[in-house]
């Protein structure tokens, strides 16, 4: 067995953020060769990933990144087995460069391009399979979504204290002045965190899928199918104005103030700032 030195130990242990019990081992079988045991580091991580493969990924950590210029806004989760390793500093760091790997990626959607996305010579993959291998649990990217502007308007984004949900909506403006107006600026921000509360299903009633309405509708019929059918034809269509109102955010009653819509919110806000703003998607992502 060779004779590992200890100052070649706390070098693997820089190069791999390994523990030290590991490092040793691994360098033992490497016969004190740095790489083949950075190598060997790696497999164990591969390892743990194969053999956890169908377990649940229901904790982990919403995060977000943004461009230097605010243009190109990127939110994303990453999850893990146990909320103990959620908040270890070796997955909350892994969560860091996930958000610079958001910004790198070639798509704006994807967890498996996302992935494979590469950063100073090294894949996402590596990095989930380098934090395995110090978890001990299995990981992996949940979603991923990233926004950007090619004309006036901002991206807010709310994350919820927990690093649990949280939100990116993306709102178009008639000049760069209104985008830079301090109200419409809150107006974003209440918005997003307006999403996070709300749960909307889509923009507005075009963006809600046919057999989800189709289902709606179907549900609502059953309930007074006793009655008249003319009755149950306006029955049905007030039923479905409600569920439209609870569901679509532009017609939702806006958190702060029900007395008026998220639409109509953001209307009021770029009119005081001298032009118009409309929401244009936005994305809501929740672990667990």
């Known amino acids: 067995m060779a004779d590992i030195a200890a ?6 242990r820089k190069m791999s953020g390994q523990g030290m019990m590991d490092c040793k081992q691994a360098l033992t079988e490497s016969a004190g060769d740095l790489d083949k045991a950075m190598d060997i580091l790696r497999k164990k991580g591969l390892a743990t990933l194969a ?3 169908e377990r649940e990924t229901s904790e982990g950590l919403v995060i977000s990144e943004a461009s230097a ?3 190109t806004v990127a939110l994303a989760t990453l999850c893990c087995e146990t909320d103990f390793v959620a908040k270890s500093d070796d997955f909350v760091a892994a969560a860091e460069k996930l958000g610079h790997y958001c910004l790198a990626c070639r798509a704006d959607s994807g967890a498996d391009v996302l992935a494979q996305t590469e950063l100073n010579g090294k894949k996402f993959s590596d990095v989930v399979t380098e934090t395995v291998s110090k978890t001990g649990e299995k990981m992996q990217i949940g979603d991923y979504a990233r926004f950007k502007l090619s004309g006036p308007g901002l991206i807010a984004v709310y994350i919820h204290f927990n690093h649990k949900v949280g939100t990116m909506v993306q709102i ?3 000049d760069d002045k209104v985008a830079a107006n301090a109200s419409v600026k809150t107006a974003a921000n209440d918005i997003a965190m307006h999403i996070t509360a709300t749960k909307p299903l889509a923009l ?3 963006g809600i899928d046919a057999q989800t309405i189709e289902k709606e509708k179907a549900i609502y019929a059953e309930q007074v199918k006793n ?3 003319n009755i149950v034809d306006k029955i049905v269509e007030g039923k479905m104005k409600k569920f439209y109102t609870e569901n ?3 017609e939702q009653p806006f958190v702060k103030d029900d007395s008026k819509t998220v639409a109509q919110m953001l209307a009021e806000a770029a009119k005081a700032a ?3 703003a409309k929401i244009s998607k936005f994305a809501r992502f929740e672990v667990g």
């Not at 100052?7 to 693997?12: E, I, N, S």
């Open 7 to 12: 100052a070649t130990v706390m070098k693997l």
């Open 51 to 53: 053999k956890r493969a």
């Open 69 to 71: 210029d605010g243009k």
């Open 172 to 174: 178009e403006t008639s």
């Open 204 to 206: 507005d009633k075009d």
């Open 227 to 229: 009655k008249p059918a």
């Open 248 to 250: 679509c955010l532009l």
């Open 274 to 276: 001298g032009g118009t």
